[in-house]
Nanobody, 122 residues
Framework: QVQLVESGGGLVQPGGSLRLSCAAS????????LHWYRQAPGNQREFVAGITRGGTTTYAGSVKGRFTISRDNAKNTGYLQMDSLKPEDTAVYYCNADASDTRAITVLHNYWGQGTQVTVSS
């Protein structure tokens, strides 16, 4: 089984920065496409950013130019660097990824992390 564990959330003032990490562990063989989503209270979960294994990135319009997604394939870890944070960025941030495990290396399954809270407030 593969687990995704997010870390790096917290409370930050408007204009500040945070760096989220998403570490894959367990019987992982390979981490494929990786995405970050977020969900604010009363809202639906929304796409934030995505990165392929080869490094191609996509961003939601609301975070483009402020957030940067990256990954370290050797560590099976993804990152989300968040700069110029705004109060409207406040949400629980979730990591989502396709991955194969050592029992079936050619089969990709989709996994979610448990989420990490990001609060932007003065």
């Amino acid at each position: 089984q593969v687990q995704l564990v997010e870390s790096g959330g917290g409370l930050v003032q408007p204009g500040g920065s945070l760096r989220l990490s998403c570490a894959a562990s367990g019987s992982i063989f390979s981490l494929d496409d990786l995405h970050w989503y977020r969900q604010a209270p009363g809202n639906q979960r929304e796409f934030v950013a995505g990165i392929t294994r080869g490094g191609t990135t996509t961003y939601a319009g609301s975070v483009k130019g402020r957030f940067t997604i990256s990954r370290d394939n050797a560590k099976n870890t993804g990152y989300l660097q968040m700069d110029s944070l705004k109060p409207e960025d406040t949400a629980v941030y979730y990591c989502n990824a396709d991955a194969s495990d050592t029992r079936a290396i050619t089969v990709l399954h989709n996994y979610w992390g448990q989420g990490t809270q990001v609060t932007v407030s003065s």
